[in-house]
């Protein structure tokens, strides 16, 4: 029995969004073909994230090095220690975005800076930063209405690259990955091209 984190990083419905489309897909058909798994969904335009700032910055750098925190920074540490503790506790990882603005959602980019820790996530050497994250499956589920796999826009796509960036920095460099994109840019095309993607997705749940 595996515990999965799905984590939904698009706040819009289904009929608006790719991304949610290719979650709930995924959802569905990974939770039929494995029922006696631990599901955990987290919602990021629902959950609670504060800004990754100056406090909450020193609140986990002075923890790290055992220094007393303020109130605030306490807090905000905590917040952030929660979610990369729920990461972490997960053997498999689903995480489903869009591209927006050639990049991630705010939202989501929160979350990512909060998993980005040294000692937990990562640790720094003489050879230069070790992952520390080598056990865990994952597989991300991207949309992008524009063509960014090659062309003149291939240099603009900072959504998958930077996900799979930070992954690997964590230890993670095989993720399984879902991709729709052009489906504004070929309007007349969107349906298959949707549906296609919605299939793969199906697929790779029950085999995940």
């Not at 289904?14 to 489309?21: F, G, I, L, N």
């Not at 006696?36 to 335009?45: G, Y």
């Not at 589920?141 to 063509?147: K, Q």
Request: charge should be negative; glycine fraction near 6%.
């Amino acid at each position: 029995m595996a515990n999965v984190l799905f984590i939904k990083a698009n706040g819009l419905p289904a009929e608006r969004s790719v991304s949610v489309k290719l979650y709930e897909e995924f959802l569905k058909n990974y939770t039929a073909s494995n029922p006696s798994d631990t599901i955990t969904e987290l919602d990021l335009f629902q959950a609670d994230l504060p800004y990754y700032d100056a406090t909450m910055m020193s609140g986990l750098y002075k923890e790290s090095i055992g220094e007393t925190l303020t109130e605030d920074e306490a807090r905000l540490a905590k917040v952030a220690n929660g979610y990369l503790e729920q990461f972490l506790a997960a053997d498999k990882v689903v995480m489903a975005f869009p591209l927006w603005n050639f990049s991630i959602p705010a939202q989501f980019l929160t979350y990512l800076f909060y998993l980005n820790q040294a000692g937990k996530t990562f640790k720094y050497t003489a050879e230069g930063p070790v992952g520390l994250v080598t056990n865990k499956e994952v597989v991300l589920l991207n949309a992008r209405g524009g063509i960014y796999s090659d062309g003149p826009m291939a240099n603009w796509e900072m959504s998958l690259n930077y996900v799979k960036n930070i992954l690997t920095h964590f230890g993670i460099t095989n993720p399984q990955t879902v991709v729709v994109e052009g489906h504004h840019a070929v309007a007349d095309q969107a349906q298959d091209l949707i549906a296609a993607g919605v299939e793969k997705a199906a697929n790779l749940a029950n085999t995940f």
